[in-house]
C-alpha cells in the first residue's frame, strides 16, 4: 500500500494537464510545489524509518551476538567438564546453577539456552524435558560449531526441537561454537525474545527521526519562499509574452491595413485612372502629338506606381540581410524617402559586418520610424546614421518633421498604432533600448541600440 501511493500521485498529476490558456495563479503554483514536497517528504520519512529501523535490528542482533559469544568463552566453556558433556546429574546441575545464576537472569531478554553435541544431542537446556534429545544440525550450525564461528536466525517454532519456545512467541536465536575443557567441540545456543530486537529498530528510528524529519520539514519551509518568488516571476513572463504577442497581432494587423490602403489609394489609383485615360484616349481617336502625350503620360503614372510597389515589396519581404548587408537595406530605406520628397543623408559604414540578429532588429527598428517619418512628420529632410563600438551597435535617425508630443504618442497607441511600442520591446528583449526625442516643431530623434554580444 505505501509504494502505491507515490505511484497514484503520479497517476494524478499526469492525467491533470493544465489548459494552455488557463491563468497561472501563483498561489496555485506554490500549493502545487508544495504538494509535490510533501509527498516527498512523507516518502523519505518512510524511507528514513525502514533504514533507521533496519539499522537498529542489525545493531540489536550483533549486540546479541555478542553477548551470546561473551557468555560462550567467560561462562561457558570454562564449565564444559568431561562430566557435563557425558551427562553426569551432580555435573549438570552445577552446571544449570552457574547458568540460572550469571546467564538467564530474571527480566532478561534471553529466555532460553541449549549446548548440543556434533551429533544433534542436547547436552543441556534450561529445559529438562530437552536434555538427552537427539535432533539434526543444520549445516550452518554445523560450520559454527566446528570453526568455533558464531551465527543467528529467527528460529523457526514449527520445529519439534523448538516446541517449547513457542509459549515466548517469535524468537532470535544465535548459536557459536565453543569447546569443553578436554577439546570437544560443543554448540552453544541461546534464544533471545524478538521484541528486544524491534524496540531496538524503533528505539533507532526514534532518536534518528525528529532531527531528521526536522531537517527536511525546514528545507520545505525555507523553499516555499523561493518557490513563491519563481511563481511570481514565471507569471509574470508569461504575462510579458502574452502582452508582446498581443503587440506582434496587432502590429500584422495594422501592417496589413496600412498596406492595403496604400495599395488602394495609390497603386490602384493610379493603375485605375491611367485604364480610364487609355480607354478616353481609344474612343476619341487622337491625333498623334496627344498619342505621345497620353504615352508618355501613362510611362509617367506606370514608374510611379512601379516605384510604390516596389516600396511596398520592401515592407511585405525584406532585403536578404544575410546577403547584402544592413547598408544595402537601409539604402532601400532611404530611396524610399527620397521617393516621397524627402532628402535623406545615410552614413552606415558603422553598419557593416554586423551580426545577423542584431543587423535584422536594426532594420526593423529603421523600417517602423521611417514609415512614421514619411506618414506623419511632414520632414523636408532627414539623416540616418549606424555608429557602432566594441560593445553595441546605435542606429540614429533625426528628421526635421513637426514632432510632436508625449500626448500624441499615447493617442496613437491607443488607436491601435503599436509599431514603436513593439520595437522597444523587441529591443529591451534584446538587452538594448529605444529613445525617442521629440517636441512640436522641433523635428524627431530616434535612437536604438543594440548589444553585439
Same mark, same amino acid.
Given at each position: 500500500?505505501?509504494?502505491?501511493?507515490?505511484?497514484?500521485?503520479?497517476?494524478?498529476?499526469?492525467?491533470?494537464?493544465?489548459?494552455?490558456?488557463?491563468?497561472?495563479?501563483?498561489?496555485?503554483?506554490?500549493?502545487?510545489?508544495?504538494?509535490?514536497?510533501?509527498?516527498?517528504?512523507?516518502?523519505?520519512?518512510?524511507?528514513?524509518?525502514?533504514?533507521?529501523?533496519?539499522?537498529?535490528?542489525?545493531?540489536?542482533?550483533?549486540?546479541?551476538?555478542?553477548?551470546?559469544?561473551?557468555?560462550?568463552?567467560?561462562?561457558?566453556?570454562p564449565q564444559l567438564t568431561p562430566e557435563v558433556v557425558t551427562g553426569d546429574p551432580a555435573a549438570l546441575q552445577t552446571f544449570n546453577d552457574t547458568m540460572r545464576r550469571y546467564v538467564l537472569v530474571p527480566g532478561s531478554s534471553l529466555v532460553r539456552v541449549k549446548l548440543w553435541t556434533a551429533?544433534?544431542?542436547?547436552?543441556?537446556?534450561?529445559?529438562?524435558?530437552?536434555?538427552?534429545?537427539?535432533?539434526?544440525?543444520?549445516?550452518?550450525?554445523?560450520?559454527?560449531?566446528?570453526?568455533?564461528?558464531?551465527?543467528?536466525?529467527?528460529?523457526?517454532?514449527?520445529?519439534?526441537?523448538?516446541?517449547?519456545?513457542?509459549?515466548?512467541?517469535?524468537?532470535?536465536?544465535?548459536?557459536?561454537?565453543?569447546?569443553?575443557?578436554?577439546?570437544?567441540?560443543?554448540?552453544?545456543?541461546?534464544?533471545?525474545?524478538?521484541?528486544?530486537?524491534?524496540?531496538?529498530?524503533?528505539?533507532?528510528?526514534?532518536?534518528?527521526?525528529?532531527?531528521? #524529519?526536522?531537517?527536511?520539514? *525546514?528545507? /520545505?519551509? !525555507?523553499?516555499?519562499?523561493?518557490?513563491? %518568488?519563481? &511563481? @511570481?516571476?514565471? =507569471?509574470?513572463?508569461?504575462?510579458?509574452?502574452?502582452?508582446?504577442?498581443?503587440?506582434?497581432?496587432?502590429?500584422?494587423?495594422?501592417?496589413?491595413?496600412?498596406?492595403?490602403?496604400?495599395?488602394?489609394?495609390?497603386?490602384?489609383?493610379?493603375?485605375?485612372?491611367?485604364?480610364?485615360?487609355?480607354?478616353?484616349?481609344?474612343?476619341?481617336?487622337?491625333?498623334?502629338?496627344?498619342?505621345?502625350?497620353?504615352?508618355?503620360?501613362?510611362?509617367?503614372?506606370?514608374?510611379?506606381?512601379?516605384?510604390?510597389?516596389?516600396?511596398?515589396?520592401?515592407?511585405?519581404?525584406?532585403?536578404?540581410?544575410?546577403?547584402?548587408?544592413?547598408?544595402?537595406?537601409?539604402?532601400?530605406?532611404?530611396?524610399?524617402?527620397?521617393?516621397?520628397?524627402?532628402?535623406?543623408?545615410?552614413?552606415?559604414?558603422?553598419?557593416?559586418?554586423?551580426?545577423?540578429?542584431?543587423?535584422? #532588429?536594426?532594420?526593423?527598428? *529603421?523600417? /517602423?520610424? !521611417?514609415?512614421?517619418?514619411?506618414?506623419? %512628420?511632414? &520632414? @523636408?529632410?532627414? =539623416?540616418?546614421?549606424?555608429?557602432?563600438?566594441?560593445?553595441?551597435?546605435?542606429?540614429?535617425?533625426?528628421?526635421?518633421?513637426?514632432?510632436?508630443?508625449?500626448?500624441?504618442?499615447?493617442?496613437?497607441?491607443?488607436?491601435?498604432?503599436?509599431?514603436?511600442?513593439?520595437?522597444?520591446?523587441?529591443?529591451?528583449?534584446?538587452?538594448?533600448?529605444?529613445?525617442?526625442?521629440?517636441?512640436?516643431?522641433?523635428?524627431?530623434?530616434?535612437?536604438?541600440?543594440?548589444?553585439?554580444?
Amino acid at each position: 500500500m505505501d509504494m502505491l501511493l507515490p505511484y497514484s500521485l503520479g497517476m494524478w498529476f499526469s492525467r491533470r494537464r493544465r489548459d494552455p490558456d488557463e491563468p497561472l495563479s501563483t498561489a496555485g503554483l506554490v500549493a502545487r510545489y508544495t504538494a509535490a514536497g510533501v509527498v516527498v517528504l512523507v516518502s523519505l520519512a518512510g524511507l528514513l524509518a525502514y533504514i533507521a529501523r533496519q539499522a537498529g535490528t542489525e545493531q540489536a542482533v550483533a549486540a546479541a551476538t555478542q553477548t551470546t559469544s561473551v557468555i560462550a568463552h567467560g561462562i561457558v566453556e570454562p564449565q564444559l567438564t568431561p562430566e557435563v558433556v557425558t551427562g553426569d546429574p551432580a555435573a549438570l546441575q552445577t552446571f544449570n546453577d552457574t547458568m540460572r545464576r550469571y546467564v538467564l537472569v530474571p527480566g532478561s531478554s534471553l529466555v532460553r539456552v541449549k549446548l548440543w553435541t556434533a551429533g544433534g544431542r542436547i547436552v543441556y537446556s534450561d529445559e529438562p524435558k530437552l536434555v538427552g534429545m537427539r535432533f539434526a544440525l543444520g549445516t550452518s550450525e554445523l560450520a559454527a560449531l566446528r570453526q568455533r564461528g558464531a551465527d543467528s536466525e529467527v528460529s523457526d517454532l514449527t520445529k519439534l526441537e523448538n516446541q517449547y519456545e513457542r509459549p515466548f512467541g517469535k524468537l532470535l536465536e544465535v548459536y557459536i561454537g565453543v569447546r569443553s575443557t578436554s577439546g570437544q567441540p560443543l554448540l552453544f545456543e541461546t534464544y533471545y525474545q524478538y521484541d528486544a530486537v524491534t524496540d531496538a529498530g524503533e528505539g533507532a528510528w526514534r532518536r534518528f527521526a525528529p532531527p531528521s #524529519l526536522g531537517a527536511l520539514l *525546514a528545507l /520545505e519551509l !525555507v523553499q516555499i519562499p523561493f518557490a513563491w %518568488s519563481l &511563481a @511570481r516571476r514565471v =507569471q509574470r513572463q508569461r504575462q510579458e509574452r502574452v502582452r508582446l504577442l498581443q503587440h506582434a497581432v496587432d502590429a500584422s494587423d495594422a501592417e496589413r491595413r496600412r498596406i492595403a490602403g496604400e495599395l488602394h489609394d495609390g497603386v490602384v489609383q493610379e493603375l485605375t485612372g491611367l485604364t480610364y485615360a487609355m480607354d478616353a484616349a481609344r474612343l476619341g481617336q487622337p491625333d498623334e502629338s496627344r498619342r505621345a502625350e497620353l504615352i508618355s503620360d501613362a510611362s509617367t503614372r506606370l514608374r510611379s506606381s512601379i516605384r510604390a510597389l516596389r516600396s511596398l515589396l520592401v515592407d511585405i519581404y525584406p532585403p536578404n540581410l544575410a546577403e547584402e548587408g544592413l547598408p544595402s537595406a537601409l539604402a532601400e530605406l532611404a530611396d524610399g524617402m527620397e521617393r516621397s520628397g524627402i532628402e535623406v543623408s545615410l552614413d552606415a559604414d558603422g553598419a557593416e559586418e554586423l551580426p545577423l540578429p542584431s543587423a535584422a #532588429l536594426l532594420f526593423r527598428t *529603421a523600417q /517602423e520610424v !521611417v514609415r512614421n517619418v514619411i506618414s506623419h %512628420s511632414g &520632414a @523636408r529632410s532627414a =539623416q540616418i546614421s549606424v555608429v557602432q563600438d566594441d560593445y553595441k551597435v546605435t542606429l540614429v535617425i533625426d528628421d526635421d518633421g513637426r514632432g510632436f508630443d508625449d500626448a500624441e504618442l499615447d493617442q496613437r497607441s491607443d488607436d491601435g498604432h503599436f509599431g514603436l511600442r513593439s520595437i522597444g520591446d523587441l529591443l529591451a528583449r534584446a538587452g538594448g533600448g529605444l529613445s525617442v526625442r521629440a517636441a512640436p516643431g522641433q523635428g524627431t530623434r530616434v535612437e536604438a541600440e543594440v548589444p553585439l554580444r
